[in-house]
């Protein structure tokens, strides 16, 4: 069973920043891709950001320039780093695996940003 736990969360005023971390209880290192999405109260939830295997990345447009994700295998860690963060960044971050054939989803963390 895969378990990912999301840590990092909490209150920050704008403009300050966080990190956010997704500890796997299997090895990352093979996984084709790991990545981060966010729910806003009554919004769907949103892709954030991934980092493929051989560490290719890529990130919604409302974070270009501002987060940037990062892997550490030997950690099996996945990290968001949050900069530059706006009231509109608040919601619950969730990591997940994509597995074959199944993705895997941690319980989310909350990140609240203040004005």
């Known amino acids: 069973q895969v378990q990912l736990v999301e840590s990092g969360g909490g209150l920050v005023q704008a403009g300050g920043s966080l990190r956010l971390s997704c500890a796997a209880s299997v090895s990352i290192a093979g996984i084709n891709a790991m990545g981060w999405y966010r729910q806003a109260p009554g919004k769907q939830r949103e892709w954030v950001a991934t980092i493929t295997r051989v560490g290719i990345t890529g990130y919604a447009e409302p974070v270009k320039g501002r987060f940037t994700i990062s892997r550490d295998n030997a950690k099996n860690t996945v990290y968001l780093q949050m900069n530059s963060l706006k009231p509109e960044d608040t919601a619950v971050y969730y990591c997940?695996?994509?597995?074959?054939?199944?993705?895997?989803w941690g319980q989310g963390t909350q990140v609240t940003v203040s004005s």
């Open positions: 997940k695996l994509f597995g074959s054939p199944n993705a895997y």
